[in-house]
């Protein structure tokens, strides 16, 4: 049975990632995300060890996503082309980033570029390699050449010290 801990360490950002590609909404992929994770805490004794908890974990993820889409607009696919008289795939809505959001994500990365300065090399190295490298403690471990449990201790260390800079 996988640790859950460890699953909402190495599972959070991609599932967040995924439902909100889905929904297209930042509160709702959060908030579905924290379905999420709810739902695999109840169902770890459900987990069949000899399949792949990532599999397990993204099938979750899809299937609240689907409930919640079906809940905000019940919608009977057959009548899309013929309720409008535009296409279908003309009424979708468009998830690309309006350009306030845009902005405001450069302005976010401004600022966690500036909290990232502040903080020891090493720590800021171990925040970079687990957040865009996507890399485990342990891999990160090897990479560093330091025990995992010291790089897992720089990392919240990391996490507390970009927070009071935030």
């Known amino acids: 049975m996988p640790d859950f801990d460890q699953i909402v360490e190495e599972y959070t950002r991609p599932i967040y990632n995924f439902v909100y590609r889905l929904c297209g909404s930042r509160e709702e992929a959060e908030d579905l995300t924290q379905e999420v994770f709810l739902k695999v805490w109840k169902n770890l004794g459900k987990f069949d060890p000899e399949k792949s908890s990532k599999t397990w974990i993204f099938t979750i993820a899809r299937n609240t996503t689907i409930d919640w889409l079906r809940k905000k607009k019940s919608i009977n696919f057959?009548?899309?082309?013929?309720?409008?008289?535009?296409?279908f795939e003309d009424g979708l809505a468009d998830i690309e980033p309006l350009p306030d959001e845009i902005f405001q994500r450069k302005e976010l990365a401004y600022d966690l570029e500036s909290a990232l300065s502040k903080i020891p090399p090493d720590h800021k190295m171990i925040i970079l390699l687990h957040h865009t490298e996507d890399l485990t403690f342990e891999e990160i471990s090897i990479i560093t050449d330091k025990p995992m449990n010291t790089v897992k201790s720089q990392y919240r260390r990391a996490l507390i010290m970009l927070r009071k800079y935030l």
């Open 78 to 87: 057959s009548q899309m082309d013929t309720a409008h008289d535009e296409p």
